[in-house]
């Protein structure tokens, strides 16, 4: 019973994220249950680790530099950007009946602005859509057209039995 449901690849869906909740409760209740599944799921879960430790890529030596300009450029267009907008603080006191100004923030375009790279993968995208939506035309088409000529195959093969 146990082997059954260890086999049953309840313990895969669940260290891959795929298990719904139901099945996650199932599986702690009887991880507590039965020391049987808790040790299955540790050697899934070992198994896991090394064979993402076995197909694990390394990076190009550049890459963290990048990720370290990006990190740093982000963290002074924010400071920037704050002190852009920060309002100073009143010298002197406000007249009362006054309340506090506004300031209107008004954008130069409308348009949204992308890296550079992203606007290929944005049309390849949408290259590629329009290459599937043709084959799927494409398929649709050939799959009406050979179920017309099965009914007229089978209307023939029940004449012919007649």
Same mark, same amino acid.
């Given at each position: 019973m146990i082997q059954q449901y260890i086999n049953s690849g309840i313990l895969e869906a669940y260290v891959t994220g795929c298990a719904s909740e139901s099945e996650v409760k199932e599986l702690l209740r009887m991880k507590a249950e039965h020391p049987e599944v808790n040790i299955a799921l540790k050697e899934?879960?070992?198994?896991?680790?090394?064979?993402? #430790?076995?197909?694990?890529? !390394?990076? +190009?030596?550049?890459?963290?530099?990048k990720i370290s300009d990006d990190?740093?450029? @982000?963290?002074?267009?924010?400071k920037r950007e704050l002190q852009q907008f920060k309002q100073p603080e009143p010298?002197? #006191?406000?007249?009362?009946? !006054?309340? +506090?100004?506004?300031?209107?923030?008004?954008g130069a375009?409308?348009?949204?602005? @992308?890296?550079k790279a992203w606007r290929w993968v944005f049309a390849a995208v949408f290259i590629l859509g329009k290459i599937f939506l043709g084959f799927a035309i494409y398929f649709y088409l050939e799959n009406r057209q050979a179920q017309k000529?099965?009914?007229?195959?089978?209307?023939?093969?029940?004449q012919l039995k007649r």
């Open positions: 899934l879960e070992a198994d896991m680790e090394f064979l993402a #430790q076995q197909m694990a890529v !390394t990076p +190009p030596l550049s890459t963290w530099g990190i740093d450029e @982000i963290m002074l267009r924010e010298k002197q #006191q406000e007249a009362p009946g !006054t309340g +506090p100004t506004y300031i209107e923030v008004e375009s409308s348009h949204m602005r @992308i890296h000529q099965l009914q007229k195959l089978e209307t023939e093969i029940q």
